[in-house]
């Protein structure tokens, strides 16, 4: 069936980076983009951006430019996020979702678990 | 503070039904773009429920239905079973802001 895998839990002290993966499975990978969710303690979801899967271009939200980064293995269907010069408020809960493309109808299926990162 | 407004909880008994709404405004909602649902249980993966304002992905129950008007949604759950225990979110497009954006949340609980 189709479904995403994340690893499992971080636990960084401020300053450090982290790299999450997200892999794939079910599915050709590099036919639907990857998107990025953050959710914060007590917060509602908020979108990180996305990587084109064919081309490796990746798209970053507002507030998740410059510290965030977007990779891809395709040899091995798995995206990554990698958070650099972590902070306190990074601790979030992060999940990859594969976006289903109908123009501006697109939605998410399926999610991975998530991925909490404690910075601390 | 989430873009699309959700209240933060609802309740039920079994065999109720309960509805979630979901308030958004002119540059999302109320623009036509439609309105997916998703249902997350804590440590899992957040599951679709409903894309495109009222379609049910194969496997969903028809116990759940949703609904846009407006500048709003609304996700309803016929007949409460305790495993609706969850927390749902919504989501839509907004053409001034990021593109994805997602509701608060509302936790449901089956009584």
């Known amino acids: 069936q189709v479904q995403l895998v994340q690893s499992g839990s971080e636990l960084k002290k401020p300053g450090a980076s982290v790299k999450v993966s997200c892999k794939a499975s079910?599915?050709?990978?590099?036919?639907?983009?990857m998107n990025w969710v953050r959710q914060a303690p007590g917060q509602g979801p908020e979108w990180m951006g996305w990587?084109?899967?064919?081309?490796?271009?990746?798209t970053y939200a507002q507030d998740f430019t410059g510290r965030f980064v977007f990779s891809l293995d395709t040899s091995v269907s798995t995206a990554y996020l990698q958070i650099s010069s972590l902070k306190v408020e990074d601790t979030a809960v992060y999940y990859c979702?594969?976006?289903?493309?109908?123009?501006?109808?697109?939605?998410?299926?399926?999610w991975g678990q998530g991925t909490l990162v404690t910075v601390s | 503070q989430s873009v699309l407004t959700q209240p933060p909880s609802v309740s039920g008994a079994p065999g109720q039904r309960v509805t979630i709404s979901c308030i958004g405004s002119?540059?999302?909602?109320?623009?036509?773009?439609?309105v997916h649902w998703y249902q997350h249980l804590p440590g899992t993966a957040p599951k679709l429920l409903i894309h495109?304002?009222?379609n049910r992905p194969s496997g969903v129950p028809d116990r759940f239905s949703g609904s846009k008007s407006g500048t709003s949604a609304s996700l309803a759950i016929t007949g409460l079973q305790t495993e609706d225990e969850a927390v749902y979110y919504c989501?839509?497009?907004?053409?001034?802001?990021?593109?994805?954006?997602f509701g608060g949340g509302t936790k449901l609980t089956v009584l």
């Open positions: 989501q839509s497009y907004d053409s001034s802001l990021s593109p994805w954006v």
């Open positions: 979702a594969r976006e289903i493309p109908t123009g501006t109808s697109n939605w998410f299926d399926p």
């Open positions: 079910g599915y050709h990978f590099t036919s639907y983009a």
């Open positions: 990587i084109n899967t064919n081309t490796g271009n990746p």
């Open positions: 002119s540059s999302n909602i109320g623009a036509g773009y439609d």
């Open positions: 495109g304002n009222s």
